[in-house]
């Protein structure tokens, strides 16, 4: 069970990571909003994991709330982003 | 009782989904909106001031798995000024926004912050912090990219982008303290946390993003173009309101909730960093070309300030002292708020009557707009910190408790920022007193020029001459170690 929550625990932080690089070094604006989707999906499995209470048990449910809250937060937050970069777009066009 | 804490959030979002579906009746829906918030704020500051805090679990569900409110001195005061000046821009923005189209889109979206802003303030636990902070910061961007100009795009892309990877890092910590305490409460929070490395990370994950969302240098890079292109009346509100809440937030999960952690290295770096503002800000405010760049890079300087308090904060045992320099950074948060946007709307009207905003043409300002230049310069004495304005006062107790801890470093900072401050001020005004080819406008400007005047009037003379009270109703029993009420 240690082992599993530290797999998906690592994996976690890694996307994190790896989102946060493609945040701070990508230059186009598709590829910032991707990578700020990594990054969350990384904050978002640490949530799954930290609801893990070992096999056959019912997980905790609170983190799992919590996550549902995070992702529609983080689908809002993209569509603002695509919203903003199209009409970029649409300006450098005409 | 307890239902007067649910009306500040309920009814400007009630009355944004009204303006969505009644878009010619905008103006009406949100100044009704607007003035019934800033009653209902005026009324909860009342009532904590004779119960104390106030604090209701939503729909019965306790917390843990529930929503809770909580209201305190710290919190409802805040409140107050958010409702005091967001009716203010509201009426200003009736006047500024001529074309109906934007104007349709400004009132949902305007309303929507405004509860944003007060369920942000009136959260009791993190992870609603988290998602008030969220709302607050898309609504934020997507009232800047309102005007709808390139570079207001692009700075709002880059304010969205860079406001994202901070609520990210917020969250991340909010992660780390429900996996070390498992619960997200902050009055449970502050019973049980301990100084430990989980909560060591916890915070510097939390704090990380609010640096970013509090634009302290060097993460403020995002603010000026953010700020300097929106349109005005959103410049004042992203400028007074939407940092400092973030700054709030430092100051509740700091010195309310994780006090214990608060270590004197942590603070002074945190003092370091604003110090830095301090001086950055203000220098860079003083070469701007454009009266709104000024503004907004002021701002970077005056969120300096309220950063310089913490390492004084920390180093202050509990007493008179300490109860003395909170109740400062409240009140310069409090006064830079009412300046910050009454600067913004004069700078507005100014845009808007002479068609620009460069500094070095404002020649015939004074002559033209008398009531505005009187704004600029009521809003800059406040920025300098010259009596009677709130910021004189607040500025008198920083360097007190400078004193008073030994801390003599941040004397020169705060003696060279308000010089700077002087200068950027004078500067604005020498141009504006300079003649000019302007014709002379009509005294009564109404709608247009007497919010501004409202809310300079407010930090300088309201906040400097009746600060007495703020002290007495902060209660700094309500923030004290271990959050015990």
């Known amino acids: 069970m240690l082992a599993t929550t530290i797999i998906y625990g690592f994996a976690g932080i890694c996307l994190f990571v790896l989102g946060l690089r493609g945040v701070l070094l990508h230059t186009t604006a598709l590829a910032r909003i991707l990578a700020l989707n990594v990054c969350g999906a990384g904050v ?33 937050a993209t569509a603002l982003a695509l919203a903003l970069a199209r009409r970029l777009r649409e300006i450098d066009h005409d | ?95 500024y926004f001529d074309n109906a189209v934007v104007r349709a889109r400004f009132w949902p979206l305007w309303l929507l912050l405004l509860a944003a ?51 990210m890092a917020f969250l991340a910590g909010v992660v780390v303290l429900y996996a070390a305490y498992g619960t997200l409460d902050m009055v449970a929070l502050a019973s ?67 006090t214990v952690a608060l270590h004197p290295a942590t603070a002074w770096m945190l003092g370091l960093l604003g110090a830095v503002a301090v001086l950055w800000g203000s220098y860079r405010a003083l070469r701007a070309p454009r009266l709104k760049l000024l503004a907004a890079y002021s701002t970077v300087a005056q969120l300096g300030y309220l950063f ?35 600067l913004f709307l004069g700078a507005g009207v100014i845009q808007q009557r002479a068609g620009h905003d460069r500094i070095e043409e404002l020649g015939g300002t ?20 010259l009596p009677p304005s709130g910021t004189f006062l607040a500025k008198w107790q920083l360097l007190a408790a400078a004193v008073e801890t030994g801390q003599w470093v941040w004397i020169p900072v705060v003696a060279v920022g308000s010089l700077l401050a002087g200068a950027y001020v004078f500067r604005v005004l020498g141009h504006a ?35 007495g009270g703020l002290w007495g109703f902060l209660d700094f029993a309500a923030m004290s170690p271990g959050g015990a009420r």
């Open chain 2, 192 to 258: 049980v946390v301990e100084d430990r490395p989980a909560t060591w990370v916890a915070l510097m994950l939390m704090t990380l993003g609010l640096l970013v969302k509090s634009a302290l240098f060097p993460m403020h890079f995002w603010l000026p173009p953010a700020h300097a292109n929106a349109p005005a009346p959103v410049s004042a509100a992203l400028s007074a309101l939407v940092v400092k809440v973030a700054f709030y937030l430092v100051l509740r999960l700091w010195l309310d909730v994780f």
């Open chain 2, 1 to 95: 009782m307890t239902d007067l804490l649910v009306w500040p959030i309920l009814l400007p979002l009630l009355a944004s989904l009204l303006a969505l579906v009644f878009p010619r009746r905008g103006d009406w829906i949100g100044g009704m909106a607007s003035l019934a918030v800033l009653i209902s704020a005026a009324w909860l500051v009342h009532s904590v001031w004779d119960n104390g805090v106030i604090a209701v679990a939503l729909g019965g569900w306790q917390p843990g798995l529930g929503i809770a409110l909580r209201a305190d001195g710290l919190s409802s005061v805040l409140l107050l000024m958010v409702a005091i000046v967001a009716l203010t821009i509201g009426i200003y923005a009736t006047r």
């Open chain 2, 366 to 385: 004074a002559r033209a707009l008398p009531v505005t230049t009187f704004v600029l310069a009521l809003s800059g004495i406040a920025l300098i910190g």
């Open chain 2, 117 to 167: 802003l007060n369920a942000l303030l009136l959260s009791g636990d993190v992870f609603n912090l988290y998602v008030t902070l969220e709302l607050v910061g898309l609504t934020a961007v997507a009232l800047g990219a309102l005007g709808g100009s390139r570079d207001a795009i692009v700075a709002a892309l880059r304010y969205l982008t860079i406001g994202l990877l901070g609520s």
């Open chain 2, 308 to 342: 310089l308090f913490l390492p004084l904060l920390a180093g202050l045992p509990d007493g008179p002292a300490r109860e003395a320099a909170f109740g400062a950074v409240v009140l310069f948060a409090l006064t830079h708020g009412f300046a910050k946007s009454a």
């Open chain 2, 433 to 467: 007193f300079a003649p000019g080819d302007r014709d002379g406008s009509a005294l009564a400007a109404g709608r247009e020029e007497l919010p501004a005047l409202a809310l300079a009037l407010v930090a300088t003379v309201v906040l400097g001459l009746a600060a």
């Open chain 1, 44 to 76: 978002f499995l640490l949530f799954v994991v930290l609801a893990y209470r070992g096999a056959g048990m019912t997980p905790d449910p609170v983190p799992h709330a919590l996550v549902l809250t995070g992702i529609v937060v983080a689908v809002s």
